[in-house]
């Protein structure tokens, strides 16, 4: 069909969707079992909101649908695509995915507990990390008395592993 005979007020607008944390290419996605219990609990809560959708404009509806929907082929992608790690069967004494680690830094003192969660579930205000951050990759077979370094733009942090917990 000619674009002549299209009204401009029939061009729907394609929904622009964030995409989810940023994963390499190739890299399996790990998730704590928490994590799977998120994304499941936020694929439910878009489909509560298709479900839902009350507009008493047609083409709002229509629009707010397509942006559902492209959430939730990212979402599904990523939960068909995620690998679940059980805690349980980490090795205690080293640092692996899901370790909860209590690191002292060697020049302050200071102490923080981190934990290697999975790229969705990673939020540095709840101290978890995702496992593809530069700290986690430092931190990775490490144990109990090591120490690391953590090469920033002008500083060098050393940090020695205090503890290591799969919670």
Do not use: C, H, W
């Not at 060697?106 to 934990?115: D, E, K, L, P």
């Not at 077979?141 to 799969?166: H, P, S, V």
């Amino acid at each position: 069909m000619s674009r002549g005979f299209v009204r401009e007020d029939d061009q729907e607008e394609v929904p622009i969707v964030p995409q989810r944390a940023y994963l390499p290419e190739g890299l399996p996605n790990f998730v704590t079992p928490a994590g799977m219990d998120q994304l499941l609990a936020e694929k439910q809560i878009l489909i509560n909101e298709k479900e839902n959708l009350d507009s008493s404009n047609e083409n709002e509806k229509r629009i707010a649908l397509n942006y559902i929907n492209a959430k939730l082929q990212l979402l599904n992608n990523r939960i068909a695509e995620s690998r679940v790690i059980d805690l349980k069967n980490q090795p205690q004494s080293e640092i692996r995915f899901g370790a909860t680690v209590t690191l002292k830094n060697y020049a302050s003192g200071n102490i923080q507990i981190f934990q290697i969660v999975g790229v969705d579930e990673a939020d540095i205000s709840r101290s978890r990390i995702s496992f593809i951050s530069p700290l986690a990759k430092a931190l990775i077979n490490k144990k109990t008395g090591d120490r690391i370094t953590l090469k920033r733009d002008r500083e060098t942090i050393i940090f020695e592993i205090m503890d290591i917990a799969y919670l």
